[in-house]
C-alpha cells in the first residue's frame, strides 16, 4: 500500500505544478503581449481575471502542507 500511496502523492503533486506553471506561464504571456502592445496602464487590464484564478489556485498549496505531501 505504501507504494500505491507514494504514487498518488509523487502524481498529485506532479500535477499541481504543471498545471499552476502553465498557469504562471500564461499570465507572463498575456503581460508580455500587454506591454508591447498597449505600454504599462494595460498590463493589469489584461491579466487580472488570469491572475485571480492562478493566486487561487496556489492555495492548495495549503492542501500539501496539511496533508504533509
Not at 2 to 8: Q, Y
Not at 12 to 34: E, K, P
Not at 48 to 60: D, S
Amino acid at each position: 500500500m505504501t507504494g500505491a500511496g507514494s504514487t498518488l502523492r509523487w502524481l498529485y503533486l506532479a500535477v499541481y505544478d504543471v498545471v499552476l506553471f502553465l498557469g504562471w506561464s500564461q499570465i507572463l504571456y498575456l503581460a508580455i503581449n500587454a506591454l508591447s502592445s498597449g505600454g504599462t496602464k494595460s498590463v493589469y487590464a489584461t491579466i487580472e481575471n488570469p491572475l485571480q484564478i492562478w493566486q487561487t489556485a496556489a492555495l492548495f498549496e495549503v492542501n500539501i502542507f496539511v496533508l504533509g505531501l
